[in-house]
């Protein structure tokens, strides 16, 4: 059984290849099934295959940066459960337009434990 809850299916996107190496291991322990990739390039194909039930997005990446993959995977899934993660201060008009779109939530990096686990349980209800 995972960490507070059920086994949820995670798609975890983030440029950050020790970012995203811990958060997968830790997502994993705590008995999830977890895709990790490293950009949104592929998020929308790769989302249509696994049909996550939660989607850890990270904000700034080089190319398609998060806006812009959230932006897709909503226009591909209305309901998705999109939850932003960031070290940095975001841009709070791109911000507002994602909650306006339904944006799931936000993470700050370092991201702590507890609060993603908390996360996981809250959208999982």
Known sequence: MAAGGAKRKILLIDDDYDFLESMHLLLVM???DVIPISDGRGAVDIYREFEPDIVLLDVRMPGIDGFETFLRLKRHDGGAKIVFTSSYAINAERYKEAR?????????????????RKAIRTLAK
Do not use: R
């Open 30 to 32: 705590d008995g999830h």
């Open 100 to 116: 306006s779109k339904s944006l799931s939530g936000m993470l700050t990096k370092p991201i702590e434990p507890a609060a993603l």
